[in-house]
């Protein structure tokens, strides 16, 4: 069963950027599907990018297509979000998640998740 933890969330001036990892272990991670999703308080969870196993594919939510790019490296079991030209409606908790299924989109169909690492922009 793999185990992720995320980092680099911290608070950002709008216009700022911020750059996520996700560090994984135990698993087989190159198998993965990855992805990264929000909450924001009194929000529900919402998708923002995933990644195929082989990196070969991308999707991304329309809110940050542009601005937010996923990458992983495979051979340091690492999923990354680089966050650029943020804005405050980016605030949120960032979790990034696992799945042994097709790359999807819905957060039901994740497998394993992480804690979280907040990000906050302020205006």
């Known amino acids: 069963q793999v185990q992720l933890v995320e980092s680099g969330g911290r608070l950002v001036q709008a216009g700022g950027s911020l750059r996520l990892s996700c560090a994984a272990s135990?698993?087989?991670?190159?198998?993965?599907?990855m992805g990264w999703f929000r909450q924001a308080p009194g929000n529900e969870r919402e998708f923002v990018a995933t990644?195929?196993?082989?990196?070969?594919?991308?999707y991304y939510a329309k809110s940050v297509k542009g601005r937010f790019t996923i990458s992983r490296d495979n051979a340091k079991n690492t999923v990354s979000l680089q966050m650029n030209s943020l804005k405050p409606e980016d605030t949120a908790v960032y979790s990034c998640?696992?799945?042994?299924?097709?790359?999807?989109?819905?957060?039901?169909?994740?497998?394993?998740w992480g804690q979280g690492t907040q990000v906050t922009v302020s205006s």
């Open positions: 998640a696992a799945s042994v299924g097709p790359i999807a989109t819905s957060g039901s169909l994740y497998n394993y």
């Open positions: 990644i195929t196993s082989d990196g070969g594919v991308t």
């Open positions: 135990r698993g087989t991670f190159s198998t993965y599907i």
